[in-house]
Structures are given as structure tokens and as C-alpha cells.
């Protein structure tokens, strides 16, 4: 397991341009092996941009990503899974056609070499798929299930164990809860916290703070493309935190309106 | 699976499904039906008619195996999530080529075979490279080269020969490896032994006299299933087969998780193209002859084998085996109801029936997978 006392992932000073717009002004981010860095910012903010460029999906036009002491220039993002940082985005990379074991294995499928024909290894796939889904609590059918059967949740936890399986060492999550229930939100979140105990860093990306506040650790508030703080556990509270999130005065009026129900 | 190290509790809203039930979700549903529905009504309409005599069931085999060949390509293609129009044109086309490079040109007939392969492999490589590069559906690509292919190929042999036909090919042929390959037989002996025993018919009179009346295994059966299990077990069994799935699922997920997309979809059309050489040069080796209009209409029948075997036109989904069954059940009807003295033109109608049956059949089974219904 990596050292918990020196960020496994710092970026620093980050900026990108999409021609005349500005979408990042600066923005820095330490990441600790085993804690969730919750990442907060409304629409727009720049949250997307911000772990893309971490992703490699975009190059930063200014700024430095250090990745385990070193400092690291991702091209595509093969560069990135390559060296440990796990992206699970909204749309999962899932095919709810194929199977969970046949989904778990895409693009890393077990090779049993007959000769020189190295063929699909079925029952090392379905093995570990049924054993990595039981750790994180999802009981399947079978590993033949398709993943068109499982709930938006399950799917979550799915691509989550899948890229703790092929040796994520920071996981980042887009919006993992946008489109759930209350249950399964739940259940994502436990499974969060479960990997986080694992020593691997997680980035969760969320605008909503009752989530951020039950399983981050620290809390980065992303607004108009700049940092606007981070904050540890314990020392903001829920309000704080939606209120640097809308950028303050306006969503005082707001509230004021609504009688504080936002 | 029980060695399952935690299993939670099942959950109380999954009712428990039978393993009949299971075993029925599966692609070749449609085609399994389907052949026991047509075997059952031709056994009723036409077992007197020798269509389940020696040669009846050579004649309808050989047939199936025509459609086998060329949906098998087909069948992979649809599930990398793309089609290809021109496979009609291709049959045409690489027909052509062989004809004009070993009966005009002079070339022996086994570097004419080979150069012809190469050249409409590549083709389908340029088809794919196009559907990749432009981002076009495939339909209006491969459609475009089911004219450009058709009309270069008519092009070819009247401006080589001045006709549409040319033969000739079977006395180049004669003694050449490969193209024994695609135009012998296999096991004459075998069945000159069965026809000798009694076990089958043989010639009373004429010029065969003596002779059984099936004499051999074509090669074009053989190539079929060679081909029928090779593109099962790829699919299947291999790690590139898990690639196919996901580049027709969903080719961006797929790309996201590190899927060479591009390079699957290509070497499909390739696939594609390279079936339907193999069925024009044992159709040209089975003639002796080459032409122009060879192929025609051959793509949709392709696609409808494919999609009778339980194929998704969405890709991501099917089985070969099931495009086997299919093809197996288009040529059992289109010879069948020549068997069974019904007005060939029907033919049609019958296809058409069974075309939209399958499909609906297969969009309930999708349904059942990912449990919509």
C-alpha cells in the first residue's frame, strides 16, 4: 500500500482554454491514497474539465499534474488508465446487450493460450467477476446476466469494481449519483467508502452536498473555473458548502424566497 | 456458481426462472423454431417428392450452404454494428476477376484465386476505412459500392471479352490445387462405396451408369462449415469475439475501455468481403464460367439468414450458428417448395413471412435479456 502522508496526485495551477473561453483559471488539487476528495462546483463550474485533463481526455493548456512524485504529460487517455487513474463516467462504458462477466473483461478479456490460439478464458472471467460483485454486495443471477438487467446502481458498482480490479490506484467518479434513488444512492456510497478503505484515492464528482458530506474526507469548491478552497471533514458544514458552491449572495436570496428549502 | 465467497441474500423481487426458460433466451431461438416448422411442413407436403432422398438433400444442402457462406461474414459484420450492401457485387465482381486474370491473361489458376482474394479483401478494407473516416452509416457507403462494384465489373468483361459471360474457366482450372480447393469433391470414394453397397441410389443407364447419385462432398458445403465453425468459435471463445460484441454494443463504451473499435470493424468488412470471394470462386469453379450479373440480391440474403438466426440490425448482438440455421432454412424453403410443386413465385411471399416473423421474435427476446419486459 503507497504512503498515506504524501498525495498521490497533485495538480497544480491547471488552466485550460477552449479557444477565447477560459474553463479552468488555476486550479490546484492534492489527492491522498485511501480518501475521497469530494469535488463540488454547480453546472459549469468546471468540474468535468478539470478531472478530464486529470483523465488525459484533455491536455492542459497551462498547469502541472504530479503523479506519484513525478510530474506526468497524459496524450490519450490509455495514458492515464495505464498508469493507475480509473475514470467511471456517467455512461459507464457498459453494453447492457453483453454480459456483466463479458462487460467486466472488455477490452482486458483472461487469455487461456491452446497452442497458439490464445482463447477467451469464460471461467476465470466469471469467477472473479462473481467474486469481485459479491465483495462489493451485488448478488447476481450469474455472471451470464446482462447488464441490461441490473439496476442504474448495480451498473455504478459494476464499472466502480471493475476499475478496482484492474489495479485503479485513484478512481474518479463523475456524477456516480445524479441518476439514482435514495436506495441505491446509498449503495453507491457504501461502495465508496469501501474502496476508499482499500488505499485507493477516490475523486468523487457530485453538486450534491448530502452526498459529498457521507463519504468525503475533503471538500474542494469549484466555481467560475477557480478553486474557491478545500476544506477538511468536520470543519464546514452542509450550508457553508452550498452556499460557496452557488456563489454565495445570490443563492441567499434565493433561499430567502423558497424559505430555505434548497 | 455457489463457492461464491459473500453472496448476499437474493433478492425477494427476482422470481425465480426456470432453467427452460433460461435455455429459450438465447439468439437461435428464432432459427430452431424456424427449422423445425419448415422440416415439419415439407415432411407433410413433400416426402414423396425426393426431397429427402440422397440427391434431394444434397441439392437443398448445397444451396444452404451458398447462403451459409456469405452470412456467416455477414453475421459478424452486423454484430461489430455495421452492414455491407455490396457483398451482391463483390460475389460479381471477384467472379469476374478470376476469369479475366486466368482465361484472357493467360495467369495460372491458382495465382488468379490468390491475387483475386487479396484484391477484394482490401476492398472491404477500403469499405471499412470509408465507414471509419467519414463516420457515413455503412448502409450508404457499402451502397455506393454496390453500384461502383456491379458497373466496374460489367465494365471489365465486355470491354475485356465484349460479353457479359465468360467461360472457359473450368479447362485453366483443370489439374490446378487451388482450384480443387473450391470446385473438387470429398469423399468419392466413400460414397462410391455406399452406392456400390446398396446404401444408395446409383445411375441405372447412361453415361454414369454404375455411379451413386450423390458422388461426393462438394467443397463449397466443406467451406461452409469451415467457416460456420471457425466464425463461432471466434466469436465466442476468443478475446477478439468480445471485441465484435462490444463495437456493435457500443462503440464509444467500447473505445472508453480501451477496444481497438476501428480496427475490429475493419477487419470485419474484410471478413465480409473475403466470404464472398470464397462463394464467387466456388460458383465460378462449379460453372466453369464467370458473370457479370452473379451475386445479385445476394447481400439481402445474407442479411436476412442473419436476422432469421436472431441477429439485432443494431448491432452487438447475435450468434453464427444461428445465421447457419437461417441460411439452412432459406435454402430448405427456396428448393423445398420446388419439391413440393408450389408455384416458385410464392417463394417470395413465404420469405418475406418468415423475415418479419423472425424480427419480431428477436426484438421480444431482446427484451427478455435486458429485461424491458
New interface residues.
Given amino acids: 500500500m503507497s504512503d498515506k502522508s504524501k498525495p498521490i496526485v497533485q495538480m497544480k495551477n491547471i488552466e485550460k482554454h477552449f479557444g477565447a473561453v477560459i474553463a479552468l483559471a488555476g486550479v490546484s488539487l492534492d489527492v491522498f491514497p485511501g480518501e475521497c476528495h469530494c469535488l463540488l462546483g454547480d453546472n459549469g463550474a468546471g468540474k468535468s474539465t478539470f478531472i478530464k485533463a486529470l483523465a488525459g481526455v484533455h491536455k492542459p493548456t497551462k498547469g502541472e499534474i504530479i503523479f506519484e512524485g513525478k510530474p506526468m504529460e497524459f496524450d490519450r487517455?490509455?495514458d492515464a488508465?495505464a498508469a493507475g487513474i480509473a475514470t467511471v463516467?456517467q455512461?459507464?462504458?457498459?453494453?447492457?446487450?453483453?454480459s456483466v462477466s463479458?462487460n467486466f473483461?472488455?477490452?482486458?478479456?483472461p487469455?487461456k493460450k491452446l497452442g497458439p490460439?490464445?482463447?477467451?478464458d469464460?471461467e476465470t472471467a466469471?469467477?472473479i467477476t462473481?467474486?469481485e460483485m459479491?465483495?462489493m454486495?451485488?448478488?447476481l443471477?450469474?455472471?451470464d446476466q446482462?447488464v441490461?438487467?441490473l439496476s442504474g446502481g448495480e451498473r455504478q458498482t459494476v464499472a466502480i469494481a471493475r476499475a478496482v480490479h484492474f489495479g485503479a490506484k485513484v478512481l474518479i467518479l463523475d456524477e456516480p449519483t445524479s441518476a439514482l434513488g435514495v436506495r441505491q444512492t446509498a449503495n453507491v456510497l457504501a461502495t465508496v467508502d469501501k474502496v476508499r478503505k482499500q488505499g485507493i484515492a477516490v475523486v468523487l464528482i457530485t453538486h450534491n452536498v448530502r452526498h459529498a458530506m457521507a463519504v468525503g474526507d475533503r471538500f474542494t469548491v469549484l466555481n467560475r473555473g477557480q478553486t474557491l478552497g478545500t476544506a477538511e471533514r468536520g470543519n464546514i458544514t452542509p450550508e457553508e458548502l452550498q452556499d460557496m458552491m452557488a456563489g454565495g449572495a445570490e443563492l441567499a436570496t434565493l433561499e430567502g424566497s423558497l424559505g430555505g428549502t434548497v | 456458481?455457489s463457492d461464491?465467497?459473500?453472496?448476499?441474500?437474493?433478492?425477494e423481487r427476482?422470481i425465480a426462472r426456470s432453467r427452460f426458460r433460461e435455455a429459450l433466451i438465447r439468439p437461435e431461438l428464432g432459427g430452431i423454431a424456424g427449422i423445425i416448422l419448415v422440416f415439419f411442413f415439407f415432411l407433410l407436403t413433400a416426402a414423396d417428392s425426393g426431397m429427402f432422398g440422397p440427391a434431394g438433400v444434397m441439392n437443398w444442402s448445397i444451396v444452404s450452404a451458398q447462403f451459409a457462406i456469405i452470412a456467416v461474414g455477414a453475421c459478424l459484420l452486423m454484430i461489430a454494428g455495421e452492414f455491407d450492401l455490396s457483398v451482391g457485387s463483390m460475389i460479381g465482381f471477384a467472379g469476374i476477376i478470376i476469369a479475366i486474370l486466368s482465361v484472357q491473361m493467360g495467369w495460372p489458376m491458382w495465382m488468379a484465386i490468390i491475387t483475386t482474394f487479396v484484391l477484394c479483401t482490401a476492398l472491404g478494407a477500403v469499405n471499412g476505412w470509408l465507414v471509419i473516416k467519414t463516420g457515413l452509416p455503412s448502409f450508404i457507403v457499402t451502397l455506393a459500392f454496390l453500384y461502383i462494384l456491379r458497373g466496374l465489373t460489367i465494365f471489365a468483361a465486355i470491354a475485356t471479352t465484349r460479353k457479359t459471360i465468360i467461360g472457359g474457366v473450368r479447362d485453366v482450372a483443370e489439374g490446378d490445387w487451388l482450384a480443387a480447393i473450391f470446385g473438387g469433391k470429398i469423399l468419392t470414394g466413400f460414397f462410391q462405396w455406399m452406392g456400390d453397397t446398396g446404401l444408395i441410389e446409383v445411375f441405372e443407364r447412361g453415361t454414369r451408369k454404375g455411379q451413386p447419385v450423390v458422388d461426393g462432398i462438394p467443397m463449397l458445403i466443406v467451406w461452409a462449415l469451415v467457416l460456420i465453425v471457425f466464425g463461432h468459435i471466434l466469436l465466442t471463445?476468443?478475446?477478439f469475439?468480445?471485441?465484435i460484441?462490444?463495437s456493435g454494443?457500443?462503440a464509444?463504451?467500447?473505445r472508453?475501455?480501451?477496444?481497438p473499435v476501428n480496427r475490429v470493424k475493419i477487419l470485419m468488412f474484410m471478413f465480409t468481403a473475403f466470404c464472398a470471394t470464397v462463394f464467387a470462386t466456388c460458383q465460378v469453379m462449379e460453372f466453369g464460367s464467370a458473370g457479370a450479373d452473379r451475386g445479385l440480391l445476394k447481400e439481402f440474403e445474407a442479411i436476412i439468414s442473419v436476422v432469421i438466426g436472431g441477429a439485432?440490425l443494431t448491432g452487438?448482438?447475435g450468434s453464427v450458428i444461428g445465421a447457419a440455421l437461417g441460411a439452412l432454412i432459406f435454402g430448405v424453403v427456396q428448393q423445398g417448395l420446388f419439391f413440393a410443386g408450389v408455384e416458385s413465385s410464392l417463394f417470395r411471399v413465404f420469405l418475406g413471412v418468415i423475415l418479419l416473423l423472425a424480427v419480431i421474435l428477436n426484438t421480444y427476446i431482446?427484451r427478455m435479456?435486458?429485461?424491458?419486459k
Fill in positions: 487517455p490509455r488508465i463516467y455512461d459507464l462504458a457498459m453494453i447492457p446487450l453483453m463479458r473483461f472488455m477490452g482486458n478479456e487469455i490460439i490464445g482463447f477467451f469464460h466469471n469467477r462473481m467474486e459479491g465483495k454486495g451485488i448478488s443471477r450469474g455472471p446482462a441490461g438487467t | 456458481m461464491t465467497p459473500t453472496n448476499p441474500p437474493d433478492d427476482i471463445r476468443t478475446r469475439g468480445n471485441w460484441f462490444a454494443g457500443d464509444q463504451s467500447a472508453y475501455t480501451g477496444v439485432l452487438g448482438y431482446r435479456i435486458t429485461g424491458e
